[in-house]
Every structure is written in C-alpha cells, then in structure tokens.
C-alpha cells in the first residue's frame, strides 16, 4: 500500500521529540547564517542572494536531469532583483519560466497558494506546452488518459517507485492540501515545510514538473519559517548533491505508513547541511567584494572584467589563453595581451603545474589584507 492508501490519510504523524535536535541545530544555523549577513551591506546581501537564487534555479532542474545555461540563469535572477550585473544576452524564454516560478515561490511566501498559482508555475515550467516530445496539459491537473500516473525517482524513467493516486481524485486532494497549506496547522514552520513538499509529491497532481513545483512549494514555507524572502541558502543544491539519497527515502516514505519521522529527519538534516553550505556562497561573495575594492583604482578592459567576473563565480576548469580567446570572443594574440597585462599588474598568476599550455588564477589576496 501506498501513503494515500492508508486508511487514515492525510493524517500525519511524526514523533517531535526525535526531530528536536535536528530543529534546534536548523534553528541556530539558520540564525548564524542570518546574523552575519545582517553585519554586511545591501549590496553584497543582493549579490549573496543573487547567488544563491542561481543556483537554486540550475539545480532545481539538474535534479531532473536537466541542464540549465547558469549564465541565463543568473542574468534572468538578476533582471527581476533589479541587480546590476553589466551586460547581459536575450533571455531564454524556458529559463525565464523556472526562475518566475522560484522567485514568484519565496518572493511571494505571504501569499496564499492557489491552485491558479500552482497553474501559473506549471505553465512558466513549460512555455511550449510539451516536455521533451510529449505535450504536457497546462492550466489543469493531470487526466490520467494512459492509465495510472507512475513516479519514477529520476530523468528518462530509470525505475518506478510508486503509484499516484487517480486523477479522479486529485481535485480533491489538492482541495485538502491547500486547505491545509493556508491554514494555520499546528506543526512547527520547518516541519510544515518539509510535509509540504512530501505531501504534494505524493498527490502528483501534474502530468509533468511535479518534483520542481513540490520543491518551490516547500522552499515557499521555508521563506515563512525564516522570514525572509531574500534567499540566502538553497535546498536543492543540496538535494542534488544527494540526489540519489532524495529519491530512495521518497521511496521508502511512499511506501510506508502515515508515521513520517524518517522523511522529516533526512529533510531537516539536508536543510541542515545547505544552511551551513551557504557560508561558502557568502564567503564568494565577500572575496569578490575585497578584489573589486582592492582594484578599483584600475582601468580593466570590457574583456578583461567581463572574464576576472566569471572567474570569481566560481570558473571551473583550466583557464588558458584558448579558453580566454573563445569566452571573450577574440582572437589568440588579444587574449595572450589581456592576459600578460593581468600577469604584469599582478591580479593573475600562472598555475603552478605547467604542462603545454600555461593556466592562469587570481593571485591570492595578502593575509593581512584578507
């Protein structure tokens, strides 16, 4: 038997007193992580949350398997934050739809979750009307024509794990669940967040966009938790790093009883684990901040700042003169010039390992001015 089989579903149970632990070191995380931002200015809060938004837009995809451009990402984040970051190319049109649906989420936490809302990211997920080659219904719950709706954990079908349950019913389900989403429930914020998120990919009320929409649900009441609509660390950067944990206990939880604690503690550490993984984002972004400071008295080049940027995002790979000439669109003997000029006033170095091409990085700042 499945969850919503259960004679008493939705009824969930779970035992507070062993997720209270967990809670309480969520808790403090998340209050460290706010309070050092609280000490920097707007500007690098934006460019922190900037950040993260990023990434959580690329890896809320990524978990289904699907690549997303994190340039178009970032400049699509940023034209809607009204941050300025230069120079920014046409925006996609299906990278448009993911970052509307994350930001209309936790820009929007407040707000009551509609099912309009919930057709409004469906439809932002899939601006065409098709998912790969297969047409997808928008501005509706799934119909169920070929049978019963079965969930697989992870892109191109790699296994079955359960059953959703009938269309027929799902108008209903979503009926309750709403109800419950918009009501004041009882569970703690965190602990709603996370049944959120369980309980709408159990009803899988969509023919497609489930997983991103289940996790924007969740992250929605994880910006009413912490009370802030500025996002400063993601969930699904997390889920992804332990993508294949994610799917095997929505497996187990599918196909157990309405006792959810195991859900609930391996949600609560996860979120653990991205809070403190959000330090990282922060420290980026402060390390950024130090160098443009420290060269702000320097005439850099359109090509030179476009690509120190991109080095300081987090380039990964080797950056060699070739890669220069192809990322700033020039030739061979103009990206050896803008290197050696870096080179010369001491912002790059080259690697030390050599090899047939040189490699360059930042130079490190000096201890005492870090």
Known sequence: MYLWQQEDWPHWRFDLGVLAELLARVSRAQGELFGRLADVGLALREQASLAVLTDD???????????????????SVARRLGVDIGAVGAPDRHVEGVVEMVLDATGGCREPLTAVRLFGWQAALFPTGYSGMHPVRVGGWRDDARGPMQVVSGPRGRKVHFEAPPAAGVDDEMRRFLAWANAESGEPALIKSALAHLWFVTVHPFDDGNGRIARAV????????????QRFYSLSAEIQRCRKAYYEILEQTQKGLLDVTP????????????????????????????????????????????????????????LT??????MAACSSDTALRDLAELVQLGVLQRTPEGGRSSAYEIVPPAPDSA
């Open 263 to 318: 859900w609930l503690a391996w949600f609560l550490q996860t979120l653990l684990q991205a809070v403190q993984a959000a330090h990282q984002s922060v420290d980026g972004v402060l390390a950024k901040t130090r160098f443009w400071n420290r060269w702000a008295g320097t005439a850099f080049n359109a090509r030179q700042a476009k690509l120190l940027n991109r080095l300081l995002d987090g380039f990964e790979g080797r």
């Open 321 to 326: 003169s070739g890669r220069w000439a192809r």
């Open 57 to 75: 837009v690329v890896q809320t995809s990524a978990i289904e398997g699907e690549a997303l451009d994190v340039a178009s990402v970032r400049s």
């Open 218 to 229: 969740g992250d929605l009441f994880l910006a009413r938790a912490d009370g802030h609509a």
